[in-house]
């Protein structure tokens, strides 16, 4: 009876034994996943729909491939790393299109910071290109200090160090400009 009991004892040492042995990890690993798990999203999500509204009123609508939500943080934002598409809605229900190859989303200060080739379309058929684009939906106002490009709808071009607009680009103030505008006589 006392040499069985001996082995159950043995048996339960070592058992015990190799399941700390097989559990522990470094400090320094321990450290990476804990980093790791602070970095990481609290979601991720996939072809996303986003849709912004103002006193009941639709005001833009935001489609991405995916969507990352950091929400976790202390200055929380939600990231889109394959880019958006922006549809812009004016108060006359007008729609003016800004896709970018990146885009962050803070929601502290609302506002959205789009970067990598933007392209937009306003509602009056003028075309803009940018490399980066901030839109800050608390003032309904976008602007950039990089260089961009527009081209009008009577085919006059712009090239400029900057700009800011209301977000239905009906009116828009642009920094030291060089271009070819078409005047009526």
């Known amino acids: 009876m006392q040499q069985k009991t001996l082995h159950i004892i043995y048996n339960f040492v070592t058992a015990f034994a190799v399941t700390l042995f097989?559990?522990?990890?470094?400090?320094?690993?321990?450290?990476?996943?804990v980093a790791m798990a602070l970095d990481a999203p609290i979601a991720e999500a996939f072809d996303v729909t986003l849709k912004y509204t103002d006193s009941g009123?639709?005001?833009?609508?935001?489609?991405?491939?995916?969507?990352?939500?950091?929400t976790n943080k202390n200055f929380d934002y939600h990231e889109f790393p394959e880019g958006v598409v922006l549809d812009v809605i004016d108060n006359e229900g007008k729609v003016s299109v800004i896709k970018?190859?990146?885009?962050?989303?803070?929601?502290?200060?609302?506002?959205?910071?789009?970067?990598?080739n933007v392209d937009i379309f306003t509602a009056d058929s003028t075309h803009l290109i940018a490399e980066q684009l901030y839109w800050d939906q608390r003032t309904n106002w976008v602007f950039t200090d990089l260089p961009y490009q527009s081209f009008l709808p009577d085919g006059g071009v712009n090239k400029a160090d900057g700009f800011d607009a209301n977000q239905d680009f009906t009116v828009l103030n642009s920094r030291i400009n060089d271009g070819i505008m078409l005047i009526k006589e």
């Open 22 to 33: 097989f559990s522990c990890q470094p400090k320094s690993e321990q450290k990476k996943s």
């Open 57 to 70: 009123k639709l005001k833009a609508i935001l489609r991405t491939p995916k969507a990352l939500d950091y």
């Open 100 to 116: 970018a190859e990146y885009a962050i989303w803070y929601k502290p200060t609302n506002l959205v910071d789009m970067r990598g």
